[in-house]
């Protein structure tokens, strides 16, 4: 058992550090809002610190899980960031979505200072964190560092892999997430127009869901989808943030990904209705109500 510094503790965060102290692990939180971790202690024992770096201070492992790439730099090399109390030979795992070039930069951050460093965005949603079944998709410079930190991973992971060096797990992540928004606004408008020819959609769903049309989206989202209800999972203005990422990469890279810059747009237009919360699945609302 490791002992492990855990750093934001929202939807996604709080769950995977409750795997890992359900795990035996030694625990200790930090979250920028106190009572969240004061909350999580109260509910999991263990130890909630005042800020990053003493959070970090001892820990063999330390996982971020926050907003974007500022909130991560605030947290690794701001005032009180965990970095300058980490030791020598431990490993700061950034779960955090975020852009390849903050994972490549933290790596260099981390290296001169004896730390390895791995990127880990997840993908699972909410629900995928408090079942502790996420899939981790990781980026480490250092072979061996990775192999130390996936039985720790483990606890809040169905499957963990390493893609390549640093900045490999936030690109793997942009894939999954332009695969996403395609299956979503795809999804939403076979939903769509099976309601208007006068089909049942769950009998339709039932039927097609066994052959080539299923996908993870399918089974989850279709029903609620068709209700008309969007008050869960992953919410429309983080995806956003991510697509951004991704179609900024994109201009980089020379890769065209336009259908991805037009569900951005569609989800623009969900956050103009007030669904800036609404979960992603919500972009069927643009057809049900033009």
């Known amino acids: 058992m490791s002992n492990v510094a855990f750093i934001g503790l929202g939807v996604m965060g709080a769950p995977m550090a409750g795997h890992l102290a359900s795990a035996g692990h030694e625990v200790t939180v930090f979250n920028r809002t106190a009572s969240k971790a004061l909350a999580w202690v109260a509910l999991h024992g263990h130890r ?29 090399t701001g005032p009180a960031g965990c970095l300058e109390a980490m030791s020598e030979g431990s490993v700061l795992i950034d779960h955090t979505t975020a852009s390849a070039d903050l994972a490549r930069e ?17 993908s699972g949603g909410q629900g995928g964190a408090e079942s502790g079944e996420l899939t981790v998709m990781c980026g480490a410079d250092d072979e061996a560092a990775f192999q130390r930190a996936e039985p720790v991973i483990d606890a809040y992971a169905r499957r963990c892999r390493r893609l390549g060096p640093a900045g490999s797990g936030q690109l793997t992540k942009m894939v999954n997430q332009i695969c996403i928004a395609g299956l979503v606004q795809a999804l939403s408008e076979a939903l769509d ?29 279709s029903a609620t989808m068709a209700r008309g209800e969007y008050e869960f999972g992953f919410a429309v203005e ?53």
């Open 106 to 122: 933290l790596a260099v951050a981390c290296a001169e200072r004896g730390v390895a460093f791995i990127d880990a965005p997840v």
């Open 238 to 290: 983080w995806m956003r943030k991510d697509l951004g990422i991704c179609l900024a990469e994109s201009n980089r890279n020379g890769a065209r990904l336009p259908v991805t810059a037009l569900v951005d747009q569609l989800y623009r237009q969900i956050e103009q209705r007030g669904g800036s919360r609404w979960d992603t699945s919500s972009l069927i609302e643009l057809l049900r109500a033009p």
């Open 48 to 76: 909630a610190a005042p800020t990053p770096a003493e959070a970090a201070e001892g820990a063999e492992f330390v996982m971020l899980c926050v907003g974007n790439d500022d909130d991560v730099r605030e947290v690794v």
């Open 193 to 221: 127009f099976a309601r208007r020819a006068g089909l049942d959609v769950d009998q339709v769903v039932d039927v097609i869901s066994q052959g080539a049309a299923q996908s993870w989206q399918m089974e989850n989202r």
